[in-house]
């Protein structure tokens, strides 16, 4: 079964929120926990634990398993198999770009049955140009798993490049296109991340027919509240994601505040048309 339906179907049931997994110095404070792997191990699963059964979706970044080099990451190994265990979606956030080979090589680590850190989707780059992503999205087909592209991100500083114009639109406007364009032969596996902290996207998401992982909720400044007047039709696409809003307040806080969101984005319209 393809990414894009396994979403449909298990946001249909669970709700459509992402929790980010972002095991940082901060929130393993709030947790009491010590700053070294097994303190890593014990947010990151525990969150699992707590919130795998009724949450769709859950994003660990790969950033801060990375941080504590080999042992990290095979931490985030163990969580990737809790997640599916649990029965949710994983979207590893890796942000991965590069040249073509060098994508597969990317791919071979994510994507396809046996990759050692095989996620439903991962999160890539478009920078040197989203035809060089082509070999991850080939394999994400193959694997019936996603790949989401950053088109507009939340961050501030993404701005400078985001919001330069081409000459035809924006570059988010031509991550978009080209997304829009690539979608109807790769069932759908072709998400985009576009960020809740904007009052005005600077791309039209009109026509897009994949997912769109929104962060920035919370802690970045972003409501679901928003979501609808900012992303217009496409809101119904959205999938928004939070990180320290839910995991950042300790573990007896996490169910109350992942339920809280959870009852917010119910309200959001769905999708009309799946791949
Ligand atoms: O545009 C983007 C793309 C990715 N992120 C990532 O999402 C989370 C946000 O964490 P919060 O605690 O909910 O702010 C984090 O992993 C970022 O690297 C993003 O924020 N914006």
Redesign the pocket.
């Known amino acids: 079964m393809t990414y894009a339906r396994r979403l449909a179907d298990l946001t249909a049931s669970r709700g459509r929120l992402c929790v ?1 997994i ?1 095991p940082m110095p901060s929130v393993l404070d709030a947790w009491g926990l010590p700053h070294d792997v097994a303190g890593l191990e014990r947010c990151a699963r525990g969150i699992v634990e707590v919130l795998g059964p009724e949450i769709a979706v859950f ?1 660990p ?1 790969s ?1 801060f398993f990375e941080a504590f080099g080999s042992p990290g990451i095979a931490v985030l190994e163990r969580v990737l198999a809790d997640i599916h265990a649990a029965g949710a979606l994983s979207i590893l ?1 890796v ?1 991965r770009g590069d040249i073509g080979s060098s994508m597969a090589g990317y791919a071979a680590a994510f994507l396809g049955d046996g990759a050692p850190l095989w996620a439903d989707a991962i ?1 890539l780059s478009p920078y040197l140009g989203v035809g060089a992503l082509r070999p991850a999205i080939d394999a994400a087909v193959s694997g019936g798993q996603g790949v989401y592209v ?1 088109a ?4 501030p500083d ?1 701005a400078a490049v985001q919001l330069a114009d081409t000459g035809a639109g924006t570059v988010a406007q031509h991550v978009v296109d080209a997304a829009r364009e690539l979608n109807p032969l790769v069932d759908g596996a072709v998400g985009l ?3 809740a902290t904007h009052h005005h996207l600077g791309c039209d998401l009109t026509g897009f027919n994949g997912s769109i ?1 929104v ?6 400044g972003g409501s679901v509240a928003e979501l609808g007047a900012v992303f217009g039709d496409a809101v119904a696409r959205v999938l928004p ?6 995991i ?1 307040h300790g573990a007896d806080a996490l169910l109350e505040r992942a339920r809280n969101l959870v009852t917010q984005v119910v309200n959001l319209p769905v999708q009309r048309k799946n791949y």
């Open positions: 980010g972002d994003k970044q950033a956030d942000k999160t950053l507009r991100t939340s961050n993404g991340v576009v960020g992982l962060p920035g909720i919370g802690a970045q994601t939070a990180s320290r809003d839910v950042g």
